[in-house]
Structures are given as C-alpha cells and as structure tokens.
C-alpha cells in the first residue's frame, strides 16, 4: 500500500483512472476494520461485524493490484530506471521514517518505552523499513509501524522493472512465468526460508508469491485506458463469471486464504475497477475520495498503534451495534487528522530526495 497517489497528476481527463483512488481508498478502511477487530478479538471480545482475518487479507489484495497499477501509469510511457529508483525513494522512506518517530517519541511520553536499541543490524532493518516484513524471521526487531506490507512492497518495486520488461515482449508469456513463479514460491516457501533471509514465513506475504496481482494491474490500467464501456462490461461479466466457476467447482468459500480465494478477490478488484469507470461520480465526493486516498499510505503506518493504543484505554466489552461501528468511525478519522498533519512534513522530505 504505497504512497502512490499519482492519478492526480495525470493531466488529461480521458487518461485520468479514478477507480484507483476509490479501490485504495476502501483498501484501507477495510485493513482497519480487520486489524480492529483482530485487536478486539485479542483483548476477549469477538464482534461478527466485521472479519478478523479476510477482510483485511481481501483489502491487501486490493492493494496490491492498486500498487502494480500505479507503478504502471508512473512508467508506461517511459521507464528510467534512475527516476523510478528515486520516485520509489521519495514515496515510501519519507513517510515511513516521520512516523516512525512520532510514534516512537509517543510511546516514549506516553508508557516510558525505548524502541529502538544498538543493534546496528536491527537499525538497518528498521532504517530500510523492513522490520515488520521482517518479523517473522529476524527476532527481536524494531518494528512499530508498516506492518509486514511496507516492505513487501519495497521488495515489488525491486521486481516490477522485471515485470515491466517481460509484460512488454509478450504479456501471455509474462502471465504464464509469473504464474508459475507464484505457485513454486507459495510450495516451496518452508526451503526457501532456509536459505534466504529476505522471506516472509507466510508463503502470501512475499513478492513473488503476489506478482500475478502486480501484473493484473498492469493489465487493469491498459483496458481501463481504452475508455471502452463494452470492453469494461465484457471483461467485468468475465470476472464474476470466474468467481462463480470457482466457486461451484473448485473452493466454495470465497474468503479462502489460498490461490483460489485471493484470485477471486483479484476478480472482483476487475469488476469494481470496470463498473467504477462507467458510472458518474459527483465532483464533491471524488474529492472526498481523493482525500482519503491521498493520505491512506500515511494514516495506514499509524493505524495499528493507534488502534491498540484506544483499544487500552476504552471499555469496549459492553459495545452494542452502534458503539462498535462509532469506535471504528472514530478510529478512522483519527486516522486521516494524524495523516493530514504528518504528510505534510513527509512531503518536504520527499522534494527534497527528488531534487537529489
């Protein structure tokens, strides 16, 4: 879920893909809802409302085919391997390091914790952003923010340029590798864990295991820029009717934590990105939408402590229906105001990395 807000820099209206914007956006609140009752849940108090596990595991999904989407429209035209290692800088580091200390500096004030030590190594990997990443593997890290997500996607800005490369000679040779390529790092990810430390132990939660999605976005971008409703309409009927094939015959639950039910919801990431561009949205809510895509990247590095850091401190085991979905509205907003306030300052630090 990077900091890739870039739609709006798009200067002509019949290049303009907004559906980026509403997908990332609801991304995130769907992350937030599962890591809020995940939270809940870890404190003796189960809510139906919302699931735990696969909401948050369909809004990552979501994300990262938003992501290969937008490295995409930052590169199609023209690829310069300096700038795109710059822009990846300047959209990921700045943001990460800002927040890192404001939370730092407030778990400090606030419970009297130190959360960094002198392991230089550790240092590292909490500098480049890869402790949570990182986690599962390397004991003792500096995490406080970024879940396993913000390296995940340091890691896909490093394989995108090959997935640029090989979707340019031939995109059904692309598909066929990449798919391939998945499906022996999600089987083989015990051995490969063994031997190579840049890893997660969750076989979903490493790039190669996710660059089909990486490469839907590509292919997302290029019918969504055709302008084409047919086309949109055909290739959203498609989707669904992938969905309900697998579904009948293959794995009847669609939030299966598996290849099958993260293909699904890649199906249906298609069909909301297809039906979102042939619909009309009032100027006032796509800037509303804007807004909350814009800042998403930021208010996702706080939201994990923010949320356990309300969760200590409200009664929240007698919640009825409305308490519930007002703590979440709630933390969501306090969410966005931190973003808005702390973005700002990101963004100095951005110019400056690319005036470098």
Same mark, same amino acid.
């Not at 009927?237 to 293959?250: D, E, G, M, N, R």
């Given at each position: 879920?990077?900091?890739?807000? /870039?739609? #709006? #820099?798009?200067?002509?209206? &019949?290049?303009?893909?907004? &559906?980026?914007?509403?997908?990332?956006? /609801? &991304?995130?609140? =769907?992350?937030?809802?599962?890591?809020? *009752?995940?939270?809940?849940?870890?404190?003796g108090v189960d809510y139906p409302y919302f699931h735990k596990y696969y909401l948050g595991g369909i809004g990552v999904a979501f994300f990262i085919i938003t992501s290969g989407a937008s490295l995409y429209i930052s590169t199609k035209n023209k690829f310069d391997l300096k700038i795109y290692i710059k822009k990846r800088i300047a959209n990921i580091y700045p943001y990460f390091w800002i927040c890192y200390i404001f939370v730092a500096v407030f778990l400090f004030l606030s419970f009297s914790t130190v959360c960094l030590g002198n392991d230089p190594v550790r240092l590292l990997i909490t500098f480049l952003a890869l402790d949570g990443y990182l986690n599962s593997t390397v004991p003792n890290t500096y995490y406080l923010i970024g879940e396993w997500f913000t390296g995940f996607i340091l890691l896909v800005y490093i394989l995108f340029p090959f997935v640029f490369w090989l979707k340019n000679k031939n995109i059904y040779i692309a598909t066929t590798i990449i798919i391939i390529s998945s499906f022996i790092a999600i089987q083989n990810t015990p051995y490969i864990i063994e031997h190579f430390f840049l890893w997660n132990k969750d076989p979903f939660w490493n790039p190669i295991s996710r660059l089909p999605e990486i490469l839907l976005g590509t292919m997302v971008i290029d019918l969504l820029l055709l302008k084409n409703k047919t086309a949109n309409f055909f290739v959203a009927?498609?989707?669904?009717?992938?969905?309900?094939?697998?579904?009948?015959?293959?794995e009847n639950h669609y939030m299966a934590y598996n290849m099958w039910g993260i293909s699904m919801?890649? =199906?249906?990431?298609?069909?909301i990105s297809c039906l979102y561009e042939n619909i009309t949205i009032p100027n006032a809510v796509k800037k509303i939408i804007l807004f909350l895509s814009e800042y998403s990247f930021v208010a996702f590095l706080l939201h994990h402590q923010l949320i356990g850091y309300l969760v200590s401190k409200i009664q929240f085991h007698e919640f009825n229906r409305f308490q519930f979905f007002y703590f979440y509205?709630?933390? *969501?907003?306090?969410?966005? *105001?931190?973003?808005?306030?702390?973005?700002?300052?990101?963004?100095k630090l951005k110019a400056k990395i690319l005036k470098f």
């Open positions: 879920m990077s900091n890739l807000a /870039i739609n #709006k #820099k798009l200067n002509s209206p &019949s290049t303009r893909i907004d &559906s980026i914007d509403f997908i990332r956006a /609801i &991304s995130f609140l =769907m992350i937030v809802a599962s890591h809020f *009752v995940g939270e809940l849940s870890q404190n009927f498609v989707a669904l009717l992938y969905i309900v094939i697998v579904i009948t015959f293959i919801w890649a =199906m249906t990431y298609v069909i509205v709630v933390i *969501v907003f306090l969410c966005y *105001v931190l973003a808005y306030l702390i973005k700002p300052i990101g963004d």
